[in-house]
Nanobody, 119 residues
Framework: VQLQASGGGLVQAGGSLRLSCAAS????????MNWHRQAPGKQRELVAG???????NYGDSVKGRFTISRDNAKNTVYLQMNNLKPEDTAVYYC??????????????WGQGTQVTVSS
């Protein structure tokens, strides 16, 4: 299973960005999908998560501004980020939990995409 993230970039404070992350892999079932971020000098933190049934959870710092969604048919998770703030600047990573046909339960991370918010 591999994850390919895209959609990062440079935006002014108050602007919006949409991140995407697509999972590829034959005959795997994707369960929870999550977005994490890591700013320079800080620990990686959970931004938002979504289960296969659509239940969501958010970090306190992004509630009301970010929305996570997914398209199960495409094994893709999205993160819509509105009203961005300079403190949202970080590398954003997608992560997915999966079950393969063995069955083996695993976790995979994407390569990270840079989000920079200028003041």
């Amino acid at each position: 299973v591999q994850l390919q993230a895209s959609g990062g970039g440079l935006v002014q404070a108050g602007g919006s960005l949409r991140l995407s992350c697509a999972a590829s892999g034959s005959r795997v079932r994707i369960n929870d999908m999550n977005w994490h971020r890591q700013a320079p000098g800080k620990q990686r933190e959970l931004v938002a998560g979504i289960s296969s049934s659509g239940s969501t959870n958010y970090g306190d710092s992004v509630k009301g501004r970010f929305t996570i969604s997914r398209d199960n048919a495409k094994n893709t998770v999205y993160l819509q980020m509105n009203n961005l703030k300079p403190e949202d600047t970080a590398v954003y990573y997608c992560e997915a939990d999966y079950i393969d046909p063995a069955p083996v339960v695993g976790r995979v991370w994407g390569q990270g995409t840079q989000v920079t918010v200028s003041s």
